[in-house]
């Protein structure tokens, strides 16, 4: 347990060396995949998430130690896979179309796999019928737009449309957030959540999976 809090202390710190050695040595120790994953590395991303939070740290930080976060997931991702520890869910995630800015969304995709969630970039200018099509070539369940500009929040409103005329709406849930976004915004285009943050955005997600 004691190499878990190290691992996830590190994380917590940046230490990308540090944690991918801990990593190592914790598979090497026989330690179960899935448990330096939960209890080490996603636990770390976690302490990180509600510090951004809580604005104790922030963007540099939170991209440092995801930087480390992505050093341990390397050692682990096969073997992950070979014991069969599955993701929470896949999530489709990008920055609507006419919209160039990437930095909150990369940092919510971080915070979704920091919360063992699979997400699918699809980067920025994405028009709505890509985050749908994209959704559903992923078997993601989970549809994450981001936008930064009052012009572009609109293409989020097709989004949730989309979902509905296909009758996906039972399959897959629409998340949105970005700095013009507000929860009253969610509501009157009939999305299933907004968030405010990165780490508020990771929370909604797993709540949103596990309503489906
Ligand atoms: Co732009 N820009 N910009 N810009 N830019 C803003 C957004 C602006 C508010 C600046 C201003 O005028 N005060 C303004 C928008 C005004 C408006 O629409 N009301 C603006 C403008 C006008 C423009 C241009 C039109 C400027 C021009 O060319 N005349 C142009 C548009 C280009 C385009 O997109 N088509 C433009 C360009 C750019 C740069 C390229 C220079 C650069 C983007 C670089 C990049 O992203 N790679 C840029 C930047 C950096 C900004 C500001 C300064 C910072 C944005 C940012 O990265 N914040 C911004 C002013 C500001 O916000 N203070 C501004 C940090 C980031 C961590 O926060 O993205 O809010 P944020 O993400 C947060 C939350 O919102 C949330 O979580 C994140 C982390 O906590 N969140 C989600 C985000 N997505 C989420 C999704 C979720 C849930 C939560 O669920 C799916």
Do not use: W
């Not at 990308?16 to 990593?23: C, D, G, I, P, T």
């Not at 930064?148 to 039972?170: N, W």
């Not at 009253?184 to 968030?195: E, L």
């Amino acid at each position: 347990m004691a190499r878990m809090e190290e691992i996830s202390e590190f994380l917590q710190k940046g230490r990308a060396r540090n944690v991918k050695q801990l990593v190592e040595e914790a598979l090497n120790e026989g330690t179960e995949p899935g448990v330096i994953l939960n209890d080490g590395l996603l636990s770390g991303m976690a302490v990180i998430g509600e510090k951004f939070k809580n604005n104790e740290v922030f963007v540099p930080e939170v991209l440092i130690a995801a930087r480390a976060l992505n050093a341990g997931l390397d050692i682990l991702r096969p073997k992950l896979a070979e014991s069969g520890v599955t993701a929470k869910g896949v999530a489709v995630i990008g920055t609507v179309k006419g919209d160039l800015h990437d930095i909150g969304k990369n940092i919510v995709r971080i915070m979704l796999e920091g919360s063992g969630i699979t997400p699918i970039d699809l980067g920025v200018d994405i028009p709505a019928e890509k985050f749908v099509d994209a959704a559903l070539e992923n078997n993601a369940q989970l549809i994450c737009c981001s936008a930064l500009l009052t012009t572009t929040m609109g293409e989020m409103r097709r989004v949730v449309e989309i979902v509905k005329e296909r009758g996906l709406q039972d399959k897959i849930k629409v998340m949105v957030g970005g700095a013009p976004i507000t929860q009253s915004f969610c509501d009157s285009i009939g999305a299933d959540a907004y968030a405010p943050d990165a780490a508020t955005a990771a929370e909604a997600a797993i709540r949103l999976l596990e309503s489906l």
